[in-house]
Every structure is written in C-alpha cells, then in structure tokens.
C-alpha cells in the first residue's frame, strides 16, 4: 500500500519524460522537501548506491573503490513561478519553471546515478536546496559544514545550464541593501516631512547608468553587471514613507576579491548607507588542471566563460576542481519563457555516461 | 463577574486620563475590535444614551426631541505604530501613537457623551473604523450604506485634530499605482532583460520635481501635494525585475473636482500604466452656512483651511454642513513624534460643553 504524499520518480523513464516530472513538482527555495521526498525514495530502490539525506538535501553514492572519485550536482530549487507551471513540449523544448535552472541537468544526473552500476569512476550524486538565495542557506554550504566527508571528490561538474558545453570558472556575487532616510509626516502635508522614496530616484539613476566592466581571463571574457533586484519602501497610504531600500546585486570577474567588489559598490552609491547582506567569491576558469583538461577532451567543444554564481566556486574553496556542464541555455534561467532543448538532456546524458564509462 | 477580555475605559476619568487609556489600546487600522468594544461598553452603562454598532463603528445618541441634532465624529483607528507606544506624559503634552489623530478628539467626545444628559442639542456621538486607509473600508461611508438614519443630523463637528481651532472644508485624495514594465533575466545576464525597478528612475524624479499648487477659496490657502507614498519591485534576489509600482498620493484643493484631479495624475506620469486605486473628493469651506457660523462664533478664533482629507467631505455628499475642530497639532499627525498638548484637550472639553449647554 502506498501511503506516501509524495509524486514517484519513475528513474527507467527516459530523460524527458524525467525532466517533465521534476518541473510540475513545484520546489521554490525554502520549499523543497517533496521534491527531495521524491528524489531521496527513488534512489533508494537503487541497488548499487548508498543514500543519505540532510535536511533536504540527497546524496547518493557508489562505492566501487576506483581511484578516482567524480562528484556530479544539482540544485533541486526554483525561482519564484512567472506563471509557467505545468511543463509543455513544443518545438523541440520541454519548456516550464526550472526546466533549463537546472532540473534537466538533475533529471541527466538521476539517469546517470540509475544506470550506472559499473562506472570507470566512483560517483557522488548530489541534489541540494536552497541554490536561488542566500548563500547561508544553500544545501551544498550546509553539507560542506556538517558533513564534508560526503562531499570528498577529486573533480566535481556542476550540472548547471551551459548549452552541453564546458562553461569555466564563475563570477562572483554580492548583494546589498542600500537605504534611504527620510521623516515621516501626513501626505496631506508633505512639506513636513521628507520623501525617503524620492530620495531612491538618485539610487535608481546611478544604476540606469552604470557601465559594468569586461574581464578576460584565460582567453575567456567575462561580463559584470550591477542591478537593483528589489525596492521597498511606504508605511501607509497618507504617510510620507521614511524609508526606502533598493536591494542591489553586483556580478563581478573572477579575478576580483570580495573585499574589492564590497568597496566598489560603497564607492558607486558613495552617500548612502549600504549594507551588504549576501557575498560570495567568483572562482578562475582554471582551465590548464589535468581534471579539467581530461572532461572537456572527453565531452568535447570550446570551454565558455560563466557569467552566474555557481557552486563551482564553493569547490574552488574546498580545493576540488570543478566545471560546470548541463543542457539548456543559461539565458533563459529565471525567464518567464524558460526551457530547455530536448536534444541537449539526450546528449548531456550519452556524453556524461561516455565518459563515466569508457576506458581512460 | 467580569469575564471579557477588551480593557475597560473609565468615562469619569479626566481627559488626559481617558487619550492615555484609549492611545494605550492598539488600533490600526482594521483591528479595532477590542477598542470599539470598550468604547461600546463604556457607553452602555451611560443611561442618557441608546448605543449602536454595526462591525467595529459605534453610535451613541441622545433622544430629548430637540428642535437640532448635532454630530460629533471620531475616528477609533491609526496608522501603523513607528515604536511610540505605550503613551507617555512629557512638558506638558500626551505622546503616542494616535494622540493627536485622534484618540484626543475620540477622548473629548466620550466625555460629552457621559457628562451631557441634558444638553441643549441632541447629539449624535460616532466613533468608527478604518479611516486612516482606503474610503472604501471607512466606517462612517459603511454607515451611510447601511444604516443611513444614524447619521441624520443637522450639523456635523469631526473632531480631527485642527489645533483646538475650526478647520473648514477639507482636501480631496487620490490615490493610484503608477506602473513599470521590464522583462525577467537573470541577473548575472542583465544585458538579455529590461529592468523595471530602474525604469521607475524617472517616475520618482518627476514626484522630485514637481511643484504642487497653492489655491485660494472663502479667504483660505490649500496647499495641494503629490507624493509617493509606497514602492514595490523585484522578483527575487538574482532576477532582473520584470514589474515595479509606485504608489502616489495627490491632495487636490477643494475646488478640483475627481474627475480633474484624475487628469492631472495621469498627465504627470504620461507614458506610464496609471491605476487610481482611491479617489474622494474634497469639501468646500462652506464659511457662509447659518450652522458654520454658528459654531465659529460658540468656539472662537479665525477658521484655517483644513489640508488633509477628512470626512467633512462625506458629510457635505450627504447634505450636512461640518467643520473639523479638535485638539492637536494635524502637522503631527502620522508623525513618529505624534503628540497632543493637554491644555488642548481640556479647552476643547470645556468649550464643546459650553456650546452644548448654553441657551441659543
């Protein structure tokens, strides 16, 4: 008898009948215990594997006793829905809310991990939450702190969208509230007060003419990019509000620390009271590892710059190599048109368990 | 045995005494139950009066067959708390939340209600709900819809603050969301969506910019006003957002009718989605009215023009002359140093029963 809540996975399904049913389990940042539910109970009918689970956060292992050891991961989170829930197939996409961000490079890893009895490599499949927020939050941060023996590897791919090609490196992330200061007073009496949301129209203006700055690193030319990503402000509707806050978020190379990218954005909105709240290094493309070099020989094309934060950096910090690898166009993540290219979830998957598989 | 949970208000209990205890119950706006059932309480156990309730609003009245019927207005609600309760007494002021607009002037009508058994005017005592937010929420228009008899009167007296003088007349409020449109990304890809949170740069530099009117009617200055009053945007912390709304307040003089007022908010921010969310128009001074200056000449001092909206203007759609007069400072209302003087409160006290008493 079957008594649980949660949707089943069914892994022997192909990768886009996969892929389709990760989508219409709704899983918002902070909202993802079915998801994992369905993860965790599929992979433990796997036979070669063994599972654990931290809050919800899934890991699954094989234990072949290779000499190499090749972590492949996944965020289970969305962003918040545009409206485009429950997936549709059209024009060669399956098209839906996390469909390119990253559930298709989670439903490749899910095929992978079902599949794969006998890989030339051990593998660690990791399916984590919390990716779209705050760093604080995100499960692999979580695992790295509580149980960093799970997370041992000597080259990790993150399967984040790269259009099935080898994106390098990341940039780096910083996000921070910049606030405004008024006094309140009755809006049937302005002049008593002071407007601290007319005050944010500088904020506003000095974003809208921000010149962000073009890095190349290793032949790779990353872009950066400073935007508001929130504004909030208002007590009531006959108050003048005083206060306002314009929530920013920096994307810098990866050749730039944290403390540079922290004073760069005191600088542009010198005047105003900043308070970073969310920050987290880039890391280099490191494109001449041996690790490295072997994947891209094996899965093939041109390494990319990546433009987004990814994970990639937080291997970077744990000193294991890592590059990120998945079907979908990055472009699209977060996009109220968000999808992902049928034939790129088949070939991530074929290339992935080549490599995974073939001789070295 | 007493067995409810609302605290009691002593109606024989000086002034001060009475603004302190009613400050000291919270009621914002749309959770003034516990205040309206210890105003209805208190005034049940008054024998002179028949007491009313519809929702949160209470009606207390006389019934002596006098050949005039006089109301006296108030409302029970605030806005939101800006860390000002409880009350407190200080150089010769009441502070609080409230205080001033208008548990003051409520404060001054209970006494009226408990001490006036045989006043020379029957009287009419309202006290009701939700006038600090949308007209449409307001107790005193629930009343004119559903229980229109309770509100026959002659003359009406709001007691809004007006610095224990007469305020005439009263400005029209509109409220609308001034709208922008951008389109989702990614924000490490800002370059591939339009931000809308930047779009509202312009909105709020024009709200910088502009240079409200000033109009003359019956000898009286209305200052008009046009301010946001509240921002909103952003989707989460790593997406271009794709929507942002300013919410702005105009204060139109008392000549302006709504459809004009409208016009002109539309105009201000051509080229923008503009949605009037709240709309009331204002109330002549109507210095020339019998029962105006009747009153005028009861109280003493110069009537002022009364710039914030108060539903003087309702009674004037209903075809009752009113005036505001109450204690207060109104440029303190809203204010988080909101605050009454006590000699206000015991002048209006005194001269409302003088007028109250006093053969014609």
Known sequence: MNTSHFPRLDLNAD??????????????SKDEGQIADAVEDALESVGHLSVDRENNTVVARTHLDRTERVLIGGHLDTVP???NLPHRLADGYLHGLGSCDMKGGV???????????????????????????ESKFNGLKMLADRRPELLLADFAILMEPSNAGVEAGCQGTLRAKVHTVGTRAHSARAWLGENAVHQAAEILTRLGAYEPARVT??????????NAVGIAGGVAGNVIPDECVVTVNYRFAPNMS??????????????????VVDLAPGALPGMALPAA???????????QPKFGWTDVARFAELGIPAVNYGPGDPSLAHAADERVPIAELVACEDRMVHWLTRDR
Chains 1, 2 share one sequence.
Not at 258 to 275: I, K, L, N, S, W
């Open 107 to 133: 439903a490749v890893s899910l095929r992978l991990a079902q599949r794969l009895a006998n890989p030339k490599r051990d593998v660690t499949y990791v399916y984590y939450e919390c990716e779209e927020i």
């Open 293 to 303: 070099q072997a994947f891209i020989a094996a899965v093939g094309g041109e390494p």
């Open 217 to 226: 690193i290793d032949g790779l030319e990353y872009r950066e990019g400073l």
């Open 258 to 275: 944290t403390t540079a990218a922290e004073d760069h954005v005191r600088q542009v909105f010198d005047g105003y009271r900043v308070e």
């Open 81 to 83: 829905s545009a409206g």
């Open 15 to 28: 990768v886009v009948t996969l892929t389709a049913a990760l989508v219409d389990i709704p899983s918002e």
